[in-house]
């Protein structure tokens, strides 16, 4: 049996979404980092955007931790460990500290981790303190640490700020400055790997937030936060059952929406994993099975279109029968046509029949699950379009503690050994399940 490990570490919330947590997030891992000191950050909730940004400003691997989606022995396994290596460990809440089931609340008060909250304050004098009070007491017993004014118009509303709240919670004022802001778009974050600029914003953002009292805490200070993560229970090992089989993974602007867990899971249970870009290459690499993860191919629906080679490619191994798992935007790649917001039609792979049309609202938020054969794998759902197709769905997915039903949740659309939903899943909530969809093949006839 391992034993605890004990290292400082802050939940960092906020109200609302929007109020600047990851930049905040951000700039502590990069002020920490660009010291020498090892920062591990996780994302709370199933979110693909700001782990990208968490990444290159900590230097390291970014994972989700969600009591629902990713389960509670996977947290406290992947903090555990993390405790053991690092100097710091900074998770970033989703939404509000209380929005959603379960919420970053949840997970404070599951793990002991204190909560720094940080509201933008623009507009506000002693509201700011209200808000911060009713953060900290709204529910019993939340682990503490103090609150960050952000978007402060200058010294004198930070000095309002402060006297509003009790001394020993203020962390300091991060004032506007249009040079730490993180582009954003329809989905959230761009990209980091797409923002030619992106270290320099998170260096600007480490410099702002080295002037605050939070900024210029040193590694003694920090063990106020000090938290004790007890030890996992020894899991199950998991069987190589994808020993021999290599699978294709799309990667690339288009394609992009891959949780670090998932290739995790799939290198341990013995796959081979190659990867390729579906605006770049002319053809599949050689491979046993297929996944197509979520992006942004609306953004690319012209480069897709233009890439016959690799369309063709596709047919052939969608024609041997060969397995294919497609999430979200890898699935809206699989239809006849791609239809942007701006009423431009855009021929896709045509492995799926129908269209799919991007819409300016939201048309899919929040967690589910997909029944398969041999067990359930959890995830979740994020998209902006609709499908229209003559299909039928084979299955439906359905939200935490209900069953699915016809007119809810995301449709499974198959066609031979090619499954694809708007489904994002998360591979280690069912290694089982994750099997079937990479094995399970059609015969072709001769």
């Known amino acids: ?71 509670e022995a996977d947290c ?20 509000g500290l209380f929005d959603g089931e379960p919420s970053a609340a949840d997970l404070a008060q ?30 019993p017993h939340m682990p503490w640490a103090g609150v960050l004014a952000n978007r402060v118009a200058n010294a004198r509303h930070a000095g309002m700020l402060q006297a509003s709240v009790a001394p020993d919670q203020w962390l300091g004022a991060v004032l506007r400055n249009a ?3 993180l582009p954003k778009r329809h989905l959230g974050l761009t990209v980091a790997t797409e923002v030619a600029d992106a270290m320099e914003r998170l260096d600007a953002a480490a410099d702002t937030l080295a002037s605050t009292p939070l900024g210029q805490m040193t590694l003694e200070d920090l063990q106020r936060w000090a ?8 899991s199950a090992p998991v069987m190589p059952a994808l020993q021999g089989k290599t699978i294709a993974i799309a990667r690339d602007a288009a394609f992009c929406f891959i949780y670090a867990a998932n290739i995790d899971t799939l290198l341990a249970l013995g796959a081979e994993l190659v990867f390729f870009s579906p605006l770049a290459d002319a053809a599949l690499p050689a491979c046993d099975a ?30 041997a029968g060969k397995p294919v798992w497609a999430e979200c935007g890898g699935m809206m ?17 045509g492995v799926l029949a129908g269209e799919v049309s991007m819409q300016k609202l939201l048309a899919g938020l929040g967690p589910q699950q997909l029944q398969l054969a041999s067990g359930a794998l959890r995830g979740h759902t994020f998209h902006y379009s609709t499908t229209a197709t003559p299909l039928q769905p084979v299955a439906r997915t359905a939200r935490p503690g209900t069953v699915p039903a016809p007119d809810a949740g995301e449709a499974v659309w198959q066609q031979g050994a090619v499954r694809a939903s708007y489904f994002h899943a998360w591979f280690p909530s069912c290694p089982e399940a994750l099997i079937e969809l990479f094995t399970a093949t059609v015969e072709v006839a001769a």
Not at 336 to 345: A, P
Request: aromatic share 8%.
């Open 1 to 71: 049996m391992q034993a605890s490990a004990r290292c400082p570490a802050i939940l960092i919330a906020a109200p609302a979404s929007g109020q600047g947590k990851t930049t905040v997030a951000c700039a502590l891992a990069r002020l920490h980092a660009r010291q020498g000191r090892r920062v591990r950050v996780f994302k709370c909730g199933p979110d693909f955007l700001d782990p990208c940004w968490h990444a290159l400003a900590s230097g390291a691997p970014v994972y989700q931790v969600d009591l629902w989606m990713t389960g």
């Open 76 to 95: 406290r396994e992947r903090l555990h460990a993390a405790a053991l290596e690092a100097d710091l460990i900074i998770v970033e809440g989703v939404m």
């Open 110 to 139: 599951r793990f002991g981790l204190p909560v720094l909250a940080v509201v933008d304050a623009s507009g506000m004098v002693g509201t700011f303190g209200a808000l911060a009070f009713g953060l900290q007491h709204y529910r």
């Open 179 to 181: 040079d730490m802001s």
């Open 227 to 234: 938290v004790e993560f007890a030890a996992p229970e020894a």
């Open 290 to 319: 297929l996944w197509i993860p979520g992006g942004y191919p609306e953004l690319h629906a012209e480069a897709i279109a233009a890439n016959t080679a690799l369309r063709d490619s596709l047919a052939a191994h969608v024609a």
């Open 333 to 349: 790649a699989l239809f006849d046509t791609l239809v942007t917001l701006d009423g431009q039609r855009h021929a896709q792979w």
